[in-house]
């Protein structure tokens, strides 16, 4: 049972409009460990996430979760499902009428027919899981953006998931807070046991906490494998990206004539 | 969820003003009556011509509303309208059988309406009764041409 | 020419397209109202956008009442019938005016808000997320929209009708000096209840669903931008308004125009 990955993806494809994302993606997240996904911007790697969480359906290929292949439920099996995952929303995606301690009262509320004072416990315990009991009673506009990410982080966790889902969660923070929030999230997996999958292209964070990385460019896996495997990997686009190399066989330039003649042509053309 | 009573409050009067606001509009408005007069009785009246009533119109005895038009049909007797009348209870076995019935109109362009006046027979009219002796409405043009061929005549 | 029809074509499937998506839609919101928490989140919604445009529609009201006042005496007494002007504001008022001019001020007012809201959650991906928590949006935020617009707008009309009325008479009676009584009493003589008053109400029924819809489903079908929701919240004003304003044309005709 353990030995089964969670969830198991299978030679996705997807495509928005004329445009191809997926072009047949495998990938085996295993339970307990974090699995990273990582590639440059714009490959669609948070489109991924919605797959896994059904809120997209694949042109071709399956996504399961713990042996359900989550895009032939129904509607309401769905949602049950849903009750197992958490997702970290890259905006953090506060409900922006209600304050911080009813945003992670949320879920509890509506999942379950708790009584109040262990309610309270509950919330409390998460909101002091990630550092901010004493800012309960803020209105999420009054956050900053990392306190937000860490709110929203300890409403995806308000259900003890088993699986969740982070949409780049260190994306534009300040040192501090990004330290703090890959600590959350190593915590958070050792202490829980949780499933995690983390989106970012945040290279040194990324790779500081994951158990196993997939790479994706260009609509499909490019490398996989351990951190540290990675790291030596010889593949020249791999090790552009892990690396951060700003030239090489991703290219700086956008596709473009010539540099030269561009110049020198000084028709018509802006 | 934290409640605010104040809010509720609020919701509260707006629904309260609106229901306050559709007996207005029945009441004052539209001129319903919440006491339904519980007893009324009906009179036939025949007209030869009714002009613009219309059912519902109101009825009258010395400027007091006592009742209203319930339906008009043609007579197909006598070719005449046939006027049904519903009055007040009180006033059953009270009229007498002579009372006379008229179409009236308020000013000079306003609605049409039925006015009683009481006779002096010492016999009463019940429910069903008829009234014969009843006036017309005025036909505006009728008055004219009456005018003018009298007119002619001179 | 062959192009153009196809664009024509295209056009008319989109349209087709857009007017079954938002069907579904409105029945899948408009069911999930008796949910946990559902009456709740009805009233906090019949707040925002009944009780917080009560200002503006009784306002206007009063201003229409006066000018149909104003208006009409110096038609009517040109034919001596100055004392039909409590049965004119009140006709006027009652079948025509209050529902369509409430019914614009409300998607002007409330819709627009309504709009903006969805969509700026929509942006915010809290839709998204709520989704994710296994809440259906379209239940829990949809819906007591939905019902709240369409309970709130004929309580509206009904104020604004009232207030109306009573701006005629401070008009007629109070400043023009007509008798009061037959303010009153032509007005009584005239309307009908079921008539004037219930099919008046029907209308606003019925362009209360059309504004709240237009509204709600804009909000949650626009493209997650600022831009989009800006143009989201122009496109609620004028469809809603178009809307009603047709529609208040068919339901006229059907009334009060003699067909049936």
């Known amino acids: ?270 | 969820m934290k409640r605010s009573k104040t809010m509720e409050l609020g919701v509260g009067l707006f629904m309260l003003a609106g229901i306050l606001g559709l007996v207005f509009l029945g009441l004052r408005v539209s001129g319903l009556s919440l006491s339904v007069p519980a007893d009324t009785f009906t009179l036939q009246a025949n007209f030869a011509n009714i002009g613009g009533l219309k059912p519902r119109a109101r009825v009258t005895m010395a400027g007091v509303n006592v009742g209203r038009v319930s339906a008009i049909e043609l007579d197909t007797d006598w070719y005449d309208a046939r006027v049904t009348l519903e009055l007040d209870g009180a006033l059953e076995g009270q009229l007498s059988r002579d009372t006379t019935a008229a179409i009236l109109t308020a000013g000079l362009l306003g609605e049409q309406y039925v006015g009683l006046s009481p006779g002096g027979d010492p016999e009463t009219l019940g429910d069903g009764d008829t009234l014969t002796d009843t006036q017309s409405a005025l036909v505006l043009e009728e008055l004219i041409q009456q005018f003018v061929s009298n007119m002619v005549r001179d | 020419m062959i192009p153009r029809v196809i664009a024509l074509g295209r056009h008319g499937c989109d349209l087709l397209e857009a007017l079954g998506r938002s069907g579904l839609f409105l029945a899948q919101s408009a069911l999930g109202w008796p949910s946990r928490e559902g009456l709740y989140l009805w009233l906090r919604q019949m707040h925002f956008v009944g009780v917080l445009s009560l200002a503006i529609v009784l306002v206007s009201g009063l201003f229409i009442g006066m000018v149909l006042a104003l208006q009409g005496y110096t038609i009517l007494i040109d034919f001596g019938a100055e004392q039909a002007l409590g049965q004119m504001v009140a006709l006027s008022l009652l079948r025509e005016l209050a529902p369509v001019v409430a019914a614009l001020l409300f998607a002007g007012r409330a819709g627009s808000a309504l709009t903006a809201e969805i969509g700026l959650m929509k942006a915010t991906e809290q839709l998204t997320s709520m989704e994710m928590i296994g809440v259906d949006p379209l239940r829990r935020v949809v819906a007591p929209r939905l019902w709240a617009g369409f309970v709130s707008l004929p309580l509206l009309t009904v104020g604004f009708s009232v207030v109306g009325i009573y701006g005629g008479f401070l008009v007629g009676v109070e400043w023009l000096g007509l008798f009061e009584g037959s303010y009153w009493s032509n007005m009584q003589a005239s309307v009908d209840f079921i008539a004037d008053v219930g099919n008046g109400m029907l209308k606003s029924l019925v362009f209360a669903l059309v504004v709240t819809w237009i509204a709600v489903f804009q909000g949650y079908d626009l493209i997650p931008t600022s831009e989009g929701i800006s143009r989201a919240t122009t496109r609620t004003v004028v469809y809603s308004s178009l809307a009603v304003l047709g529609l208040d044309f068919v339901l006229t005709a059907v009334m009060f125009g003699g067909l049936s």
């Open chain 1, 1 to 270: 049972m353990t030995d089964t990955p969670l969830v198991e993806v299978d030679d996705l494809h997807f495509s928005r409009g004329d445009k191809e994302i997926f072009r047949g993606v495998s990938m085996r997240i295993p339970r307990g460990k974090i699995t990273a996904i990582m590639g440059p911007s714009g490959t669609g790697k948070t489109t991924l996430l919605k797959l896994i969480g059904a809120q997209l359906a694949p042109d071709a290929g399956r996504v399961r979760i713990d042996g359900q292949d989550v895009h032939a439920l129904s509607r309401k099996a769905l949602f049950r499902l849903r009750r197992r995952m958490g997702m970290l929303f890259q905006s953090g995606a506060l409900f922006s009428d209600l304050d911080v301690f009813e945003n992670v009262a949320f879920p509890l509320r509506v999942h379950t027919d708790l009584p109040e004072p262990m309610i309270r416990d509950l919330v409390l315990m998460k909101l002091q899981a990630v550092g901010l009991r004493g800012a309960r009673h803020l209105t999420p506009a009054e956050l900053s953006g990392g306190m937000t990410r860490r709110v929203a982080l300890a409403r995806a966790i308000a259900l003890d998931p088993e699986l969740i889902l982070y949409d780049e969660p260190f994306v534009g923070q300040d040192p501090i807070s990004m330290g703090v929030l890959v600590q959350l999230v190593k915590r958070l997996n050792e202490a829980l046991g949780l499933t995690a999958v983390v989106v970012s292209h945040d290279i040194k964070e990324t790779l500081s906490i994951a158990d196993y990385v997939y790479v994706i460019a260009d609509g499909q896996v490019m490398a996989e494998g351990t951190p540290a495997s990675l790291d030596v990997e010889r593949d020249p686009r791999v090790s552009q990206f892990v690396h951060g190399e700003p030239d090489g066989p991703v290219p700086f330039h956008y596709p473009a004539v010539d540099f030269y003649r561009d110049i020198l042509d000084t028709g018509r053309q802006r």
